[in-house]
Structures are given as structure tokens and as C-alpha cells.
């Protein structure tokens, strides 16, 4: 008998529409010259509105950069599931 290795891609992609979501409004509390301190609380008071987003000159960058870091982690999940101990 056959194992399916059907990896559900249709649900990746609908998981990345939150992920480009949060980095919408991540870019939305993202100021010039903001560290990542001081970006962290400002995050935190942007999802007490969380459909306040608008877009800015970051929005862009930050959406990329959110799916660049889900495609990443969804790879290492997908690869991690290999059968190591086959028989």
C-alpha cells in the first residue's frame, strides 16, 4: 500500500493570504528609522485595528518579505516530513 504524499498545496496558499495580511499591517506601524524594538509595541497597538491598514512606501517590502519568511518555514516543514526510517 501506497503512502500519500499529497502535500496540500491549496492550503498553503490560502495560509498565505493572513501572512500577507500581518505584513500589511506590520508595514503600516513601520516608521524610517524604527528598530525592531520600537517597532514591536507599535505592532501590538497596529492589531488592536486590525483592518486600520493603509499603503505605505514599506508596504511592499514588508508583504515580501512576510511571504519570503512563510515560503521559507512551509519549505522546511514539507522537507522535514520525509520517511527517514523506510521498510
Sequence with gaps: M???TDSGYIQWIFLALPVMWLGAVLACAYEDGMTLFELLPRFAAA????????WTP?????V???LVVYGFAVTMYLTGRQ???PG
Aim: hydrophobic share 35%; aromatic share 14%.
Design 2 to 4: 501506497k503512502k500519500q
Design 47 to 54: 492589531m488592536d485595528r486590525p483592518f486600520a491598514i493603509g
Design 58 to 62: 514599506y508596504t511592499l517590502k514588508f
Design 64 to 66: 515580501l518579505g512576510a
Design 83 to 85: 520517511n527517514r526510517r
